[in-house]
């Protein structure tokens, strides 16, 4: 009888059967291999039937004539929404994941690197994390630093718990007590403005005060219009030497393909946002082959989540692979680090 998702309960098995084989082995699977691995009540006729009746359905598809089945992506979606069991993460994992990202890291950037090379060891596929992006990022601190005579370090700590360092020319040496007003000047116009509004609130500022904070201003705008843009789309990318070692990569031109997609970053951090808009609050998004409809993407799955500053979404991570993932494995590994990774941030935007 169809079940509430259309297929069968035998439908259902056959289907969950060759997924499972076809991720453990990368080999097309044939109907004597799953009544023998699954020991299966069932002749293997009727399993060869039921594949031949899955595969004209979509589900799966035979690669050459003589050889077994390998699932399509309408297959893994199916098992993936359906069939598919989160598995529980062991001991042991957890441990590691909460022994890497553990107090002793002060420093968002480095939380973030840490998150995808974590993500890429423990998962065996390459991790993912996107960057914040510091146009929205708001200021919780801001102090100029003196170097040298000549040079100066801005530094301006957020409330994602980034700290940004700047290494800036000044033209004359700061004696200590303009640095001392300059440093509260810049605490009490600034604190709270998104990154992407400071130097304009510094114009209007300049704009709107005479004598010695119009001074103050001017010094502050110089400053901070020597810092970089910030550039959305950045992400820290680990694992991918891992990642084509897969026997699926072994084809130059789908390994080129999917280098290509690697390349483009700034690509693949939109099609994150795009498949987290709109989706469960906090729950883990599974995107297989050509669901993406862009190009080079149709030999590769990810497993993403969003992390969190507080309440606030501020970012995506997870792993990348091939579409033979170990689907309930990831979605575990990605959703536990997604936790992880929050309550860290969050303690250090605190």
Same mark, same amino acid.
């Given at each position: 009888m169809p079940g509430e998702s259309g297929l069968s309960e035998r439908e259902d098995q056959i289907l969950q059967a060759v997924v499972q084989c076809y991720i453990t082995t990368a080999e097309p699977v044939g109907s004597r291999t &799953?009544?023998?691995?699954?020991?299966?009540?069932?002749?293997?006729?009727?399993?060869?039937?039921? !594949?031949?009746?899955?595969?004209?359905?979509? *589900?799966?598809?035979?690669?050459? #004539?003589?050889?077994?089945?390998?699932?399509?992506d309408q297959g893994y979606r199916y098992y993936v929404d359906h069939l598919m069991r989160v598995q529980q993460l062991t001991l042991a994992e957890r441990t590691r994941?909460?022994?890497? $990202?553990?107090?002793?890291?002060?420093?968002?950037?480095?939380?973030?690197?840490?998150?995808?090379?974590?993500? /890429?060891?423990?998962?065996?596929?390459? =991790?993912?994390?996107?960057?914040? %992006?510091?146009?929205?990022?708001?200021?919780?601190?801001?102090?100029?630093?003196?170097?040298?005579?000549?040079?100066?370090?801005?530094? &301006?700590?957020?409330?994602? =718990?980034?700290?940004? #360092?700047? !290494?800036?020319?000044?033209?004359?040496? $700061?004696?200590e007590a303009e640095l001392t007003r300059l440093n509260n000047f810049l605490n009490q116009h600034l604190r709270g403005v998104t990154f992407d509004d400071l130097a304009a609130l510094m114009q209007e500022t300049m704009r709107s005060h005479l004598h010695e904070e119009r001074r103050l201003a001017e010094r502050a705008l110089h400053l901070l219009n020597l810092m970089p843009a910030g550039r959305p789309g950045q992400l820290y990318l680990e694992g991918t030497t891992a990642l084509f070692e897969q026997p699926e990569f072994r084809d130059v031109d789908k390994a080129r393909e999917v280098f290509?997609?690697?390349?483009?970053?700034?690509?693949?951090?939109?099609?994150?946002?795009?498949? !987290?808009?709109?989706?469960?609050?906090?729950?883990?998004?599974?995107? &297989?082959?050509s669901e993406s409809q862009e190009p080079g993407f149709k030999e590769i799955s990810v497993v993403a989540s969003p992390y969190r500053v507080g309440s606030e979404t501020v970012g995506v991570l997870g792993v990348l692979g091939?579409?033979?993932?170990? *689907? =309930?494995?990831?979605?575990?590994?990605? %959703?536990?680090? /997604? =936790? !992880?990774?929050?309550?860290? $941030?969050?303690? $250090?935007?605190?």
């Open positions: &799953i009544v023998k691995r699954f020991g299966l009540d069932l002749s293997p006729a009727t399993v060869r039937n039921v !594949m031949a009746d899955l595969e004209e359905a979509g *589900y799966l598809q035979q690669l050459h #004539t003589s050889s077994g089945r390998v699932p399509t994941i909460e022994r890497e $990202l553990s107090g002793r890291l002060e420093d968002a950037d480095e939380a973030l690197r840490q998150t995808s090379q974590l993500l /890429a060891l423990v998962a065996h596929q390459a =991790g993912i994390v996107e960057v914040p %992006d510091n146009a929205a990022a708001e200021v919780r601190y801001i102090e100029v630093i003196p170097v040298v005579a000549s040079r100066a370090a801005l530094l &301006i700590a957020d409330n994602h =718990g980034r700290v940004h #360092t700047v !290494m800036v020319p000044i033209e004359e040496a $700061l004696q290509g997609v690697l390349e483009e970053r700034d690509r693949l951090v939109e099609l994150l946002r795009r498949r !987290m808009a709109g989706r469960g609050q906090g729950v883990p998004q599974v995107l &297989i082959g091939p579409r033979r993932m170990p *689907y =309930g494995r990831l979605t575990s590994i990605v %959703d536990y680090t /997604a =936790g !992880m990774l929050s309550r860290l $941030l969050t303690r $250090l935007a605190g």
